[in-house]
């Protein structure tokens, strides 16, 4: 698609666009919503086919913000940044690029607040931090919002083991994780702290192996029979050609998007999987940065707020079961809750 059909098919407020010609970097910010309070979402640093291709992921992962910080309860909309670059760039020219990004973002005014995301880091946002007022997850704020992620898709996976297993227990359950990045790597290892056999898949081996945990080739990650798979890398990896090969109870994880058209979701629903929305499960990230950045949360606080995501899976998967629904559609019917209250 282009750029035209792109935007006109969006149901976002507004979208901000700039070549920077120095770099050959695209820059694209997508404000979906600012209904609940300024829009909140990371920022990713990507080479893409074309440029069409980093617009489509910022307009598609600003609509999950949205829904992200909803769910959460959060006072806080949804965006998304990125950086589409023809390679990724290194010293100096990441630096100055990356404080380019920093005043675009600036001019926004606040509507659009940035974190991290693919790619992007700390230092990265201390770099942005130099230009822009409303940056999160700098090395002197909350730091890397991976950690909270993975609490957070911690407590909600145990939720998710309770309604399948009837305890939240990990002794005793088998669990994969697809991918081993900043979040896959946390919640492997959480998820063994607790006690669950814990698999582990990545394109890089050296990364799996990294974790401590049983290994599987990536080809084999969705065949492998688990109690719970959790996908935490790139999206889209549940399809229609994907999903009859799983072999698992439930699926909870920190991918963004897992689903690769809305009709993903009943597929899985028809095969008796359990599917935990995406955006339920990894708001870890967003509730950190908020909770610490914004209100001064210490950890015994922060972690409350992290185990709340525990509680809204239960919440959801209880109601979706008294109306006959799929979770997916419970979970939609929340968001929708909570911005007609704030409208």
Same mark, same amino acid.
């Given at each position: 698609?282009?750029?035209?059909?792109?935007?006109?098919?969006?149901?976002?407020?507004? /979208?901000?666009?700039?070549?920077?010609?120095?770099?050959?970097?695209?820059?694209?910010?997508?404000? %979906?919503?600012?209904?609940?309070?300024?829009?909140?979402?990371?920022?990713?640093?990507?080479? $893409?086919?074309?440029?069409?291709?980093?617009?489509?992921?910022?307009?598609?992962?600003?609509?999950?913000? +949205?829904?992200?910080?909803?769910?959460?309860?959060?006072?806080?909309?949804?965006?998304?940044?990125?950086?589409?670059?023809?390679? !990724?760039? =290194?010293?100096?020219?990441?630096?100055?690029?990356?404080?380019? $990004?920093?005043?675009?973002?600036?001019?926004?005014?606040?509507?659009?607040?940035?974190?991290?995301?693919?790619?992007?880091?700390?230092?990265? !946002?201390?770099?942005?931090?130099?230009?822009?007022?409303?940056? $999160?997850?700098?090395?002197?704020?909350?730091?890397?919002?991976?950690?909270?992620?993975?609490?957070?898709?911690?407590?909600?996976?145990?939720?998710?083991?309770? %309604?399948?297993?009837?305890?939240?227990?990990?002794?005793?359950? +088998?669990?994969?994780?697809?991918?081993?990045?900043?979040?896959?790597?946390?919640?492997?290892?959480?998820?063994?702290?607790?006690?669950?056999?814990? !698999?582990?898949?990545?394109?890089?081996?050296?990364?799996?192996? =990294?974790?401590?945990?049983?290994?599987?080739?990536?080809?084999?990650?969705?065949? +492998?029979?688990?109690?719970?798979?959790?996908?935490?890398?790139?999206?889209?990896?549940?399809?229609?050609?994907?999903?009859?090969?799983?072999?698992?109870?439930?699926?909870?994880?920190?991918?963004?998007?897992?689903?690769?058209?809305?009709?993903?979701?009943?597929?899985?629903?028809?095969?008796?999987?359990? $599917?935990?929305?995406?955006?339920?499960?990894?708001?870890?990230?967003?509730?950190?940065?908020?909770? /610490?950045?914004?209100?001064?949360?210490?950890?015994?606080?922060?972690?409350?707020? !992290?185990?709340?995501?525990?509680?809204?899976?239960?919440?959801?998967? %209880?109601?979706?079961?008294?109306? =006959?629904?799929?979770? /997916?559609?419970?979970?939609?019917?929340?968001?929708?809750?909570?911005?007609?209250?704030?409208?």
């Amino acid at each position: 698609m282009d750029f035209e059909q792109l935007l006109t098919g969006w149901d976002g407020e507004h /979208v901000v666009i700039r070549h920077d010609a120095e770099s050959g970097a695209w820059m694209f910010v997508g404000v %979906h919503s600012t209904v609940l309070g300024p829009a909140l979402g990371g920022t990713r640093m990507r080479a $893409y086919g074309s440029p069409a291709g980093g617009l489509a992921d910022a307009l598609r992962l600003a609509g999950a913000m +949205t829904r992200k910080a909803a769910a959460a309860g959060l006072p806080r909309g949804g965006g998304k940044g990125v950086l589409a670059v023809p390679e !990724l760039p =290194a010293g100096e020219r990441r630096r100055t690029l990356l404080r380019r $990004y920093g005043e675009l973002v600036d001019s926004l005014g606040g509507s659009y607040r940035t974190a991290g995301d693919m790619n992007i880091g700390p230092a990265d !946002l201390d770099a942005v931090a130099e230009t822009c007022r409303w940056v $999160y997850g700098t090395s002197r704020g909350a730091g890397d919002s991976g950690r909270g992620t993975a609490r957070g898709v911690l407590h909600a996976i145990q939720a998710t083991l309770e %309604h399948v297993f009837g305890s939240p227990e990990l002794a005793g359950r +088998t669990v994969l994780v697809q991918g081993c990045g900043a979040v896959g790597s946390l919640l492997a290892r959480g998820l063994a702290d607790g006690g669950a056999r814990v !698999l582990v898949s990545d394109v890089d081996e050296s990364r799996a192996a =990294a974790t401590g945990c049983e290994t599987v080739p990536p080809e084999h990650a969705l065949e +492998t029979e688990v109690d719970l798979y959790s996908p935490c890398a790139v999206g889209g990896t549940l399809s229609q050609e994907s999903i009859p090969h799983l072999a698992c109870r439930a699926v909870a994880g920190a991918a963004n998007n897992q689903l690769a058209e809305p009709g993903d979701a009943e597929r899985l629903h028809a095969r008796g999987i359990l $599917y935990v929305p995406d955006y339920v499960v990894s708001a870890g990230g967003i509730v950190q940065l908020a909770g /610490v950045e914004d209100e001064d949360w210490d950890e015994e606080r922060l972690e409350q707020g !992290l185990a709340a995501i525990g509680d809204t899976v239960r919440s959801l998967l %209880h109601e979706a079961d008294l109306e =006959a629904i799929a979770p /997916v559609e419970a979970a939609e019917r929340l968001v929708q809750r909570r911005l007609a209250e704030a409208h």
